[in-house]
């Protein structure tokens, strides 16, 4: 769990970077921070592995107040991941994701089997990429290597910052899905910089929208902040089409479909469970007026657009979660996504 509390960041200029942020991410959670250039989302990502100093508050990772310890061990233990990405060029794939390991003083045999491990795990062969060097391998690719090197040592803490922004819409869409799925596997703690809502829409278990002065608008879950913007700062850098964009984290629910009449057969098709927008996406692409809902092989029933609107209007009025001390999900709700609570 990382915990800020009233964490400030002023410049000698008198710049006020972050203002009194108070924010907790809970264990295992993937938190996205976004806002306008200037509102100090990276500098509040860099102050957790001490990058940047904070002017004043504490920084508490597991219970441990970070601003005492040595920033230099600080940093060892916590995974980071740039845009530039910011690999070795002169070492291997398999020595780069080496590095914190080798650092820390790992025997070899174990370094040797974790680089190994993590090598399958951002699906890059050890066989065909380990003895590559960065410039003979493509943009996603390098940036799978930057992550599988941001967890070489198994921190509990990654930090990322727009580290998907250099790569193509194609690939960065591919990268996103296959971290976010790593990241459920191994149940690391995400903090996430991002400009883009999409993205942070698309893998955020919450995020947390910043406005200029380094004020924080909201930290609540894709749904709730698209769904219910606190502020009229965030309906407004959320956007006109916020509903549109709520389609992405809203699931499709077997109730309010068409029952079936045994005529489906020959219908598109889409999974319960899939998203709103997946579903929109099926059902405009085809000729008819509606689609069939699966549960596997089973039929479940039909959705049609009336029924793909009530779903979410329904989504809509779900009162906020809570937490077993009674907080609201702006204070550490588990998300839409089904991931653990905080």
């Known amino acids: 769990m990382i915990e800020l509390e009233g964490v400030s960041k002023r410049y000698p200029d008198g710049t006020m970077?972050?203002?009194?942020?108070?924010?907790?991410?809970?264990?295992?959670?993937?938190?996205?921070?976004?806002?306008?250039?200037?509102?100090?989302?990276?500098t509040t990502m860099r102050m957790v592995n001490r990058l940047v100093e904070p002017s004043s508050g504490r920084i508490v990772i597991d219970g441990r107040d970070v601003t005492d310890e040595d920033p230099v061990q600080l940093r060892r233990g916590i995974g980071y991941v740039i845009q530039q990405i910011g690999l070795f060029p002169h070492l291997s794939i398999r020595d780069n994701i080496a590095?914190?390991?080798?650092?820390?003083g790992w025997k070899k045999s174990?370094?040797?089997?974790?680089?190994?491990?993590l090598m399958e795990l951002v699906d890059l062969e050890a066989s065909t990429y380990g003895d590559r060097y960065?410039?003979?391998?493509s943009g996603g690719q390098r940036q799978r290597v930057g992550v599988a090197r941001a967890l070489a040592a198994d921190p509990p803490v990654l930090l990322m910052d727009e580290p998907f922004g250099a790569v193509d819409p194609i690939g960065r869409e591919r990268l996103q899905d296959q971290f976010r799925t790593l990241q459920r596997r191994l149940g690391t703690t995400v903090v996430f910089v991002t400009h883009d809502i999409e993205e942070a829409v698309r893998i955020g278990d919450r995020i947390g929208v910043m406005s200029s002065g380094g004020h924080l608008e909201q930290f609540d879950t894709p749904a709730r902040v698209l769904g219910e913007p606190a502020t009229p700062f965030v309906a407004d850098f959320v956007g006109a089409d916020r509903m549109i964009k709520r389609l992405a984290v809203t699931p499709l629910a077997a109730d309010r479909l068409i029952a079936p009449t045994g005529g489906e057969d020959d219908l598109p098709s889409v999974q319960v469970g899939s998203s709103l927008?997946?579903?929109?996406?099926?059902?405009?692409?085809?000729?008819?007026?509606?689609?069939?809902?699966?549960d596997g092989d089973r039929i479940l029933g039909r959705l049609d657009l009336d029924g793909l609107h009530a779903q979410l209007r329904e989504h809509l009025a779900v009162p906020p979660l809570r937490d077993d001390s009674g907080a609201d999900a702006q204070s550490g709700a588990a998300s839409d996504h089904g991931q653990r609570p905080a």
């Open 17 to 42: 970077a972050v203002h009194e942020l108070d924010l907790v991410v809970g264990r295992g959670e993937l938190a996205v921070l976004i806002g306008p250039s200037g509102c100090g989302k990276t």
């Open 110 to 117: 174990r370094v040797r089997e974790r680089v190994a491990e």
């Open 277 to 294: 927008r997946e579903a929109m996406a099926v059902l405009l692409a085809s000729s008819g007026t509606s689609v069939a809902v699966l």
């Open 134 to 137: 960065p410039h003979e391998l």
């Open 99 to 104: 590095t914190v390991p080798a650092l820390l």
